[in-house]
């Protein structure tokens, strides 16, 4: 069972490098300056309304400090 074991967590590991390398080739970082205009994700679900018609979108704002 000990053999088993090992050899499976091995293949997890590599099987989440593998995913790890994936996703980081296709994620990319966004930078935003001082004055750049954004909008605030913010799912929070309003109590007694479906979420399906709330807009979880709040803004647009403006960066200030970086």
């Not at 499976?8 to 966004?30: D, F, G, H, I, P």
């Not at 001082?34 to 704002?61: A, E, I, Q």
Request: proline fraction near 6%.
């Amino acid at each position: 069972m000990k053999d088993i074991y090992s050899m499976t967590r091995e293949n997890v590991q590599l099987a989440m490098a593998m995913q790890k390398k994936y996703y980081n080739s296709k994620a990319w970082t966004r930078k935003f300056q001082v004055t750049d205009t954004v909008w605030l994700y913010n799912p929070k679900r309003k109590k007694g309304r479906t979420p399906k018609l709330d807009k979880p979108w709040d803004g647009p704002y403006a960066v200030t400090k970086c």
